[in-house]
């Protein structure tokens, strides 16, 4: 599967624990995003890697959220002292150079905050 | 005001009939839209982009009024397989801020 792949698929944690979630994107593409979805509602915007850069970060990412594309390939999305309201899916997506507005999801990492 | 707006439905469609979803969105800078579908509890998927002149695949058709700010999308002969969330979507170009999604709208085809 060549596909984007995202890991766990599901997390349950305990609030104020630590966790992180990994994105492996589709091998070619240089462009990495994360997304954010609650229930009833459309994935929302968290940040975007151009290769290894951070280059643009949501106001939804609180001081307590950080990710990383250390080598340009793969991505980490790490929540410190988790909160009931970090309950959502994770999803990353990736799209190919220049092509921002051609992504391709990932399954998503579904956490759940108890 | 919102910067995508859809009506979350859920719309109940007889199975063969037709159906169609608007929304509308608030940036006049936006670049590019699309409608992604997405099933329960899965990732979203590209359905189709969005275009001035429209755009028609198969079943679906797509169009944008940039001068009403609107994009809709129409489904004929409706299959049960259609049953799923329809989200509207934009692009503002230049990689920033990924895409806007709208809520989505919530389609029910019956048999």
């Known amino acids: 599967d060549t596909g984007v792949s995202q890991n766990p698929r599901h997390k349950i944690t305990k609030r104020g624990q630590n966790v992180t979630f990994r994105c492996d994107p589709i091998?070619?593409?240089?462009?990495l995003y994360w997304y954010r979805q609650t229930l009833g509602q459309g994935p929302e915007f968290l940040t975007y890697?151009?290769?290894?850069?951070?280059?643009?970060k949501s106001r939804l990412l609180s001081d307590r959220f950080s990710a990383e594309r250390p080598k340009g390939s793969f991505s980490t999305l790490e929540i410190q002292r988790t909160e009931q309201g970090d309950s959502a899916m994770y999803l990353c997506?990736?799209?190919?150079?220049?092509?921002?507005?051609?992504?391709?999801f990932g399954p998503g990492t579904r956490l759940t905050v108890l | 005001r919102k910067e995508v707006e859809q009506d979350p439905g859920p719309f109940n469609v007889p199975e063969g009939a037709t159906v169609a979803f608007n929304c509308t969105y608030s940036?006049?800078?936006?670049?590019?839209f699309f409608w992604y579908r997405q099933d329960c509890r899965k990732e979203p998927k590209l359905l189709m982009s969005?275009?001035?002149s429209g755009n028609e695949d198969g079943r679906f058709t797509a169009q944008l009024n940039r001068a009403s700010q609107y994009i809709s999308l129409l489904i004929r002969d409706s299959k049960l397989s259609d049953s799923a969330t329809y989200l509207c979507?934009?692009?503002?170009?230049?990689?920033?801020?990924?895409?806007?999604f709208g809520k989505g709208t919530h389609l029910i085809i019956q048999p």
């Open positions: 997506a990736s799209s190919p150079r220049d092509r921002g507005d051609t992504q391709y």
């Open positions: 091998s070619e593409h240089n462009r």
């Open positions: 890697f151009q290769n290894e850069a951070q280059l643009e």
């Open positions: 940036n006049s800078a936006s670049q590019s």
């Open positions: 969005v275009y001035s």
């Open positions: 979507v934009w692009y503002s170009g230049g990689g920033a801020d990924g895409l806007t």
